[in-house]
Each structure stands twice: as structure tokens, then as C-alpha cells.
């Protein structure tokens, strides 16, 4: 089983270091990217403030990799209408936003990493065409969740009941002793601002030997909700009620299921093509350049799901790292795009990750084709007439 403590024992004096170096004039992590690899293309405006347009030089026609500045990771991308979002975790503070939140920088607390105490707030992305990005600051923050000290992670999003749903891990528990798990906020638009829908996490405990993090909901064609998650190398599924903010059981009187596949680690996802459920989730070590991502296919939601192989992983000319992704399926067409995260050449700190998105296609035969992870990224994507 692989745990992320491990990893982070390894860094403690490393982590130090990179906060040290974050209050230096040059407030950048020692292994910083180069231009390129911080801004996708060269011209790419760098500035992360709130509201700020990060869209592309007129001309180009490629998206470029990462898709937009900044160390972010564990992207959920989702169309809302005719917009496309990608909700991440914050991974490190980048730009002006060490300005912004410097006070995080020194900020010491229980944490098994300090770095964690960066991770306390979620910004969002929206775009018209997969290309071009603006940056929606701070739509959520542990100053709205009050039970969170630290690691605000992967957001799983929906929109149901009028509503928008943004689902977080909180506090990194290593315990049943301790104060967290996963949660909830709602909000009346896509861009927050988000609250804390419940004042404490819906899932709070260690069940299966699954960690209470990197949680995905899914609906099904038949309207049901379901709520997948957990690190430590197990997964859970759980029936989400209809309020979305409550647990329901199975109708043998369960309230979770383990479903983990082989080689299973963490960050579930779930979509349905043709019928067919594709289950894809993380393996390899997160902070490492072997994390990637693999794949199931199942005749229910519930499974089993028996692995088939991997579809994302490192290139080492390209990038390292890559896994934690969720799929953007354009409406009304087989077309999907994978959006991950990974680690530029040059850098290993663990929370060294940015935001990438790249083709994902499926053969005649309805499995899924090893991704081609590049520097260009993909061109202009229209959602069409058929989104709602």
C-alpha cells in the first residue's frame, strides 16, 4: 500500500527549504520552470490575479501544456452551459498569489507537510474553447469551512437541484481521531463563491482501509448519485442522496462498497460510454515520476472492475508524473479530453504539478487508447448546440 506519508517523511528538510526559498525576493521554489514550461507558450500572460484573462496570443492555434500558469493539480473539468471549467487543487502558490497569501507561508500547524498549509484555498478556470482561460480566484477557502486547517484538495463538482456542488477533502486524516474527511459547499453559480453546505464533513472516517480524500461523484443515466473516493490503495462507493448532501444506503442496507481495482492508489474517476462503465483511477507513488493512470470497464457502476491497463503515464521527454485526471466529453460527439496533471522536466519537488489536457480517444473496440501526453496540447474545442 502506498501512503503519502512515506514520501513526505522523505521531504521534511526539502520542504523546508522550498518555503524558505518562497520568502526569498525571487519567491520562487528552487527548481523553478522555465518560461515554457510555466506558461504553456511563449507570450502567455503570467499574472494570476483574480478575474485576469489568460488567454492566448492571437495567432496561435495550439492550446500549449499546462494549459494555464501556475502549479495546480487533481483537475476536475466539467461544461456548465456553454462553458468549459477545470476546478484543481492548488498545489503551490505561483505569481502574485505569494503576495496574496504570504501569511500562509509561515503558517505552521499539525500537518504531516508544511506545505500543506499552501493548499488552503480552491481557484477555478473557465474557458470557451479549451484554449483560452480565465482565472477565478478563491472561490472557496478554509476561511468558509470552518473544520479545515489545511489540505483543501480535489474538487469533485456538479450542478443538480438549481445548484453547484463542490465536493473537497479536508485535513489529510491519518486517524479516526482526527477532524476530517471529505465535504461539501454549494453555491448559486459556477464561480463560487461556495460555503460549506453541512459545517462538518459528510464522510469523516477511515472505512475499507480507504483514506477520506480524492472523491468523484457520478450520476448515472437513471439520476442516481453516486460518490467514489479514497487513497491508502482502496476505493469506496457510496449512493449520494438526492440532496446531494447526505449519504443514502444500497438496498442491502450498505452505506459504502469497496471497488478497488488492482494497483489502485487514489484519485477515482467515472464516466459512461455505450453503455459501458469506464472506471480510471491513479497508481504509482503521487509524488514520484511513475503516478499514472489506469483503466476498467464494467456493466455497473458497483464493478467489478478488472484492470485493463494503463492509459497515461510519464514521458520522459515531455513530462513526468502524469496522473490525477478526470475526461471532458464534448456533448452530441465521441470526443474527450483528458485533463491531468503532471511534473515539467527539471522539477521533482512533489507538489511541483501543473494542469494538462491532451486527446483521449477509444478504439473500434470500445477500450481506451494510451494517451499521447505533448508540449502543444490540442486546438480549439467548440461545446456546440448540444450542451445544456
Not at 527548481?31 to 489568460?54: M, V
Amino acid at each position: 500500500m502506498i501512503n503519502r506519508t512515506n514520501y513526505l517523511k522523505k521531504a521534511t528538510r526539502k520542504s523546508a527549504i522550498v518555503l524558505i526559498s518562497l520568502l526569498l525576493p525571487s519567491f520562487l521554489p528552487a527548481k523553478q520552470p522555465t518560461d515554457a514550461q510555466s506558461a504553456g507558450r511563449a507570450g502567455h500572460d503570467n499574472k494570476l490575479g483574480g478575474g485576469i484573462d489568460l488567454s492566448a496570443p492571437t495567432g496561435i492555434k495550439m492550446a500549449g501544456n499546462p494549459a494555464f500558469p501556475g502549479w495546480y493539480a487533481d483537475p476536475e473539468g466539467i461544461i456548465y452551459g456553454d462553458t468549459f471549467w477545470i476546478f484543481p487543487t492548488l498545489s503551490l502558490l505561483h505569481g502574485e498569489d505569494r503576495f496574496i497569501y504570504k501569511d500562509d507561508l509561515s503558517r505552521k500547524t499539525d500537518a504531516i507537510n508544511q506545505e500543506y498549509n499552501l493548499q488552503t484555498h480552491f481557484d477555478a478556470f473557465s474557458s470557451k474553447d479549451l484554449v483560452n482561460w480565465k482565472k477565478h480566484s478563491k472561490i472557496l477557502s478554509i476561511e468558509n469551512v470552518k473544520w479545515v486547517k489545511y489540505a483543501l484538495w480535489a474538487p469533485s463538482v456538479i450542478n443538480a437541484n438549481n445548484k453547484y456542488y463542490l465536493f473537497f477533502g479536508g485535513n489529510d486524516i491519518q486517524n479516526n481521531g482526527q477532524v476530517g474527511g471529505i465535504g461539501v459547499a454549494i453555491a448559486d453559480a459556477p464561480e463560487g463563491p461556495y460555503k460549506d453546505a453541512l459545517g462538518k464533513p459528510l464522510i469523516n472516517k477511515i472505512v475499507n482501509g480507504a483514506q477520506p480524500i480524492d472523491q468523484f461523484v457520478f450520476r448515472d443515466d437513471d439520476g442516481q448519485y453516486y460518490i467514489y473516493y479514497g487513497g491508502w490503495g482502496h476505493c469506496n462507493v457510496a449512493r449520494l442522496g438526492n440532496d446531494l448532501m447526505s449519504l443514502a444506503t444500497f438496498d442491502d442496507g450498505e452505506t459504502f462498497k469497496e471497488v478497488t481495482p488492482e494497483k489502485y492508489v487514489e484519485g477515482p474517476f467515472m464516466m459512461k460510454r455505450n453503455g459501458k462503465y469506464y472506471f480510471m483511477w491513479s497508481e504509482g507513488g503521487w509524488g514520484g515520476p511513475d503516478y499514472s493512470v489506469a483503466y476498467a470497464i464494467a456493466d455497473s457502476p458497483l464493478g467489478p472492475f478488472k484492470r485493463i491497463g494503463k492509459i497515461l503515464q510519464q514521458d520522459p521527454d515531455v513530462a513526468t508524473g502524469a496522473g490525477h485526471h478526470s475526461v471532458i466529453s464534448i456533448p452530441g460527439k465521441d470526443e474527450h479530453y483528458i485533463v491531468y496533471h503532471r511534473r515539467p522536466i527539471g522539477c521533482s519537488q512533489a507538489n511541483e504539478r501543473q494542469v494538462c489536457i491532451d486527446k483521449m480517444e477509444f478504439d473500434s473496440l470500445g477500450f481506451i487508447k494510451p494517451v499521447k501526453i505533448t508540449l502543444e496540447g490540442i486546438a480549439p474545442v467548440s461545446i456546440g448546440s448540444e450542451a445544456h
